[in-house]
């Protein structure tokens, strides 16, 4: 594939891939567009290796950046099986009214949204509860004041780097095992 024929590709499919990835999976226009350079991009390697023959190349720029944008969804998921988005919404929403704050209200949020969202918070408080001081000070730190792993291993005394993410993987396993138990109960 020339150059030429790939800026051919990016010039028309540019805004209608970014269009279907936003439009279906409500992810922000930045991250469309870094989906679609990565799609294009092996779109070219293929062509490079002559496996691009017959293919649509608006079909396998979609799909290709439906799957790369899904694969990093998945990878930002914790592995522990929670999402990850929903632990920092929660915990981001309890500093706030531990300090007076009105809570994150969002307007276009349905009653049975917020009813679910409830129902998810209420376990999550309640598992994070169960965690022992230490965890709850890591995952606070962590998610709540969003700061970076290097800096809590320091501040909490913990002897290296790679400790504290091992011990953020164990905090969040129990955290993880703490839910299924309130769900179980």
């Known amino acids: 594939m020339t150059d030429k024929r790939l800026e051919e590709l990016f010039l028309l499919y540019q805004k209608p891939c970014i269009v279907f990835l936003t439009t279906k999976y409500g992810c922000d226009v930045d991250i469309a567009d870094n989906h679609f350079m990565e799609a294009l991009l092996i779109l070219r390697r293929q062509s490079l290796k002559g496996k691009f023959e017959d293919i649509n190349p608006k079909g396998f720029l979609m799909k290709t950046m439906q799957r790369t944008y899904l694969r990093s969804v998945n990878k930002n998921k914790l592995k522990t099986g929670f999402d990850q988005d929903v632990l920092e ?19 276009l949020i349905t009653a049975e949204e917020k009813a679910n969202y409830t129902r998810k918070k209420k376990a999550y408080e309640t598992a994070f509860r169960q965690l022992a001081e230490r965890c709850q000070d890591l995952l606070d730190a962590y998610y709540v004041q969003g700061l970076k792993l290097v800096n809590i291993w320091q501040e909490l005394g913990y002897p ?8 953020k993987r164990t905090c969040l396993k129990r955290l993880k095992k703490s839910l299924e138990n309130y769900y179980r109960n």
Do not use: H, R
Not at 89 to 107: K, R
Not at 160 to 167: G, T, Y
């Open 89 to 107: 919404w929660i915990m981001t929403e309890a500093l706030l009214e531990g300090n007076g704050a009105t809570t994150l209200v969002d307007p």
């Open 160 to 167: 290296s780097n790679d400790a504290i993410k091992q011990m």
